[in-house]
Nanobody, 127 residues
Framework: VHLVESGGGSVQVGGSLRLSCTASGDTSDINDMGWYRQAPGNVCELVSTITSDGDASYVDSVKGRFIISQDNDNTTVNLQMNNLKPEDTAMYSC??????????????????????WGQGTLVTVSS
């Protein structure tokens, strides 16, 4: 499985961005997709996930501001980020797995336990 992300960029506080992650290859067994992020000097954190059944989860800091969704064929996952804050500034990486993307990640915000990772897309929120 190969993941390609798009949609990162720079925005001012309170603005919005929409990230997309498209999976290609053998995607038939993918059950869970979502986003990790890592700000400079910070640990990697799981931001949001969505299963093939549509069950979504969010880290507390983005609840009410971010919305994760997927296309009908479950190969593209979108993260609508609203009311962005400076603390949302980070490299956002898409991940996918046949079971769950919830896993222990390295200091590089990666895990060999997952089926696929994207290359990352940078989000910068300035005040």
């Amino acid at each position: 499985v190969h993941l390609v992300e798009s949609g990162g960029g720079s925005v001012q506080v309170g603005g919005s961005l929409r990230l997309s992650c498209t999976a290609s290859g053998d995607t038939s067994d993918i059950n869970d997709m979502g986003w990790y992020r890592q700000a400079p000097g910070n640990v990697c954190e799981l931001v949001s996930t969505i299963t093939s059944d549509g069950d979504a989860s969010y880290v507390d800091s983005v609840k009410g501001r971010f919305i994760i969704s997927q296309d009908n064929d479950n190969t593209t996952v979108n993260l609508q980020m609203n009311n962005l804050k400076p603390e949302d500034t980070a490299m956002y990486s898409c991940a996918a797995d046949r079971v769950s993307i919830v896993t222990v990640v390295t200091h590089l915000c990666r895990s060999d336990a997952l089926d696929a990772w994207g290359q990352g897309t940078l989000v910068t929120v300035s005040s």
